[in-house]
DNA sequence: TTCATATCTTGACCTAAATCAATTATTTCT
DNA sequence: AGAAATAATTGATTTAGGTCAAGATATGAA
């Protein structure tokens, strides 16, 4: 994938289909690759980039001070993520690693604020997905409150059936029983239980929802 | 507090300095009242409002189908809430009731939406406001999986701390607790425990943050 | 002020899910 | 292909914090 075609996959995604930003984008952006496992950055780095996911997939996860780890959101093909940078200038309020490898587009979140600021039509899109975000963050908040591991591997598998009640677990189990806030364990019990009770078949990667 | 210093306190939260939208903001909003107790939509209603607190505080919330309950947020004086209505059109993802007797300012959403296009000031405050709201829930997401009550609660009182290690409980603590994710019965114990530990000192509903 | 209602605290008990430990599978690298 | 490393499963055990119950305080209405 060369520069242009990054490009007009963001820009497609930001619902925007004249070309007239392309040039203007090109020169804030810069196309990055990172093999599976590098960090891309770490909570409390100074960072300018937001990020653009053309390929591969990036985990983006908070830790304690006991060294635990939640992870937030799982950025896959076609979506941003620490966009945040935007508006919280200077230091990241999360860590991101790539989790597979990956192509990035690294955007510059000064110059892009500028482009936010001059084109209200950029302003509203920014607005539409950060909606969108604190309705994701906003659910899953409740998930990780009051229900229970069950119900949340459910949620989970719920939201990726596309309406044929299959889905593809594409990535590794410990990574989705991290960002369902379970331990692997408790994910492989579940699963297994699920499948005995018949509310699941399971071939390898490819889960069925029955009922 | 009359109509117009209601406007106000709204242009100042958003940082506006001049006057020229009292104006439309005045046709687009309106004063309510509501009691203590008293449910301002639940989710899945249908409504197009959103509400910016003039005085009391109202209490964001979300059940699941057993009935429990998770406080996402306690919008107090000139706080704005359900904002995401101007994005996601129709219905409320999440559930209100004024937990003291309030005054709020409630605001037609898709002519305030219109506003935020005509004006990219409004739209630029409305991305920062949202960045931060992206922040807390954010934030929230990782306590409540990866920090115990304790530290849930430390952390409450942390962020009411303006320096001088004094925090007063202001809403009933059982609001508090279901704010941080955890039973009245256990909220009990960890502050005995801290004011045993010599963590804290508890004086009514003031509370001193020793160490 | 007094009665009624709601909130808070404390104790006893229980349970969901984490942790620890040991295999077994699956990737990845040479 | 084979070895090494990583991921996933399963069992045994532990534990944080929820639930239930009872009593103590506090709040508010008449």
Known sequence: MNK????????????????RFLKDLNAISMLVSKRKGEI???EGDKGEDLYFVLKGAVKIFKTNSEGKE???????????????????KNTYPVSAMAI???????IDSKRMFDKIK?????????????????????EKVK???????????????????????????????????????VSPETFSR???????????????KVI???K
Do not use: C, H, W
């Open 143 to 181: 998930e990780l409150s009051i229900d229970d591991a069950k119900e949340r591997l459910l949620g989970y598998l719920n939201r990726r059936d596309k309406g044929d009640g299959v889905v593809e677990i594409k990535l590794p189990k410990k990574e989705i029983s991290s960002s369902i806030g």
């Open 40 to 42: 891309l950055f770490l």
């Open 4 to 19: 242009k075609e990054a490009l007009e996959s963001f820009l497609a995604v930001l619902d925007i289909k004249d070309d």
């Open 100 to 106: 597979e490898n990956s192509l990035l587009l690294a």
């Open 208 to 210: 069925k929802l029955l």
């Open 70 to 88: 939640i992870t937030i959101n799982i950025a896959q093909e076609g979506e941003l993520f620490a966009e945040i940078v935007l508006f919280l």
């Open 190 to 204: 579940i699963l297994k239980k699920l499948s005995e009770e018949g509310a699941i078949s399971i071939e390898g």
């Open 118 to 138: 001059e084109n209200p039509e950029f302003a509203m899109k920014f607005l539409g997905l950060f909606a969108k975000r604190l309705n994701y963050l906003t």
